[in-house]
């Protein structure tokens, strides 16, 4: 017998003493008979961005810290398809609250729920039945993922107990059809045509009439025309004073041409003032 095929054998024996199958994602009801929820399959696969990614949270019960990680469809540690699991500072208690082979997936507008069943079994509370953990993933488009926190621990009911959980993230927000408004449709077609003739009447000007600088503009004259034409109604309906009289233009004229000629000299005009 080759190499490849003792190391097949020897994965299957010790899948058959450990009695366990191995689970490398989120496991749902029915994938065994093939009677998986299509809901669920599309909620999955809306979480991989997330998927294997790592969580952790504190909290402070009496005067035990209670750590809990949580990963979203893998293992917390290699073993047990544990996804949620607590553990107890300084000690080596650990329980495993849900295990990844027995999810559960529903969703509302703006959140996803995600359980995870099949955990260590309580003591005495809760009937004895398996730990189950819920994490209750809301909407947050500004991340990917964020806040996971623990909301509530619920056992004091005889069965279906549960550890509650939360986090932000941005695959639980609903989905948007970018549309774009009549508006904004019209204003892009404006911007558009205004380009085209700006730069189709530039080309036309350059290279079919051969203009220079200012010449290259399409329809330059018209345009400055245009421009006099939207001051002077400007002047005459903006206006709340009368112009300033010719004098004053002229005196302004005589500055400006001081200071065409000595640039250098305009603070010592103003500095006897
Ligand atoms: C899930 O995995 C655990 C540990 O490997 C196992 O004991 C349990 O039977 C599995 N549950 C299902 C529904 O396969
Ligand atoms: C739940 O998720 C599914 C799959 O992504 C989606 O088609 C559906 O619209 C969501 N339900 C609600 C109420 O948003």
Redesign the pocket.
Known sequence: MNASLWCACLAVLSVMVTGETVVNDCQLVGEVEKKTSA?EK??L??LAPLKHKRFETKVLEGSDTYTYTFVVCGRVTNTSNDGLVQTKAGSKDIAVIGRINETHIL????W?LLTYKGGDKYDTHCGSEPRKAMVMISCNKNTLAENFMIITEERNKSTECFYLFEMDSSVAC??EVPHLSVGSVLLIVFAVLVAVYIIGGFLYQRFGVGAKGMEQFPNISFWQEFGNLVADGCDLVCRSRPRPRSSDTAYRGVGDDQLGEEPEERDDHLLPM
């Open positions: 809901v599309d909620l696969a809306r969703n509302g507008t703006d996803i609903p989905t």
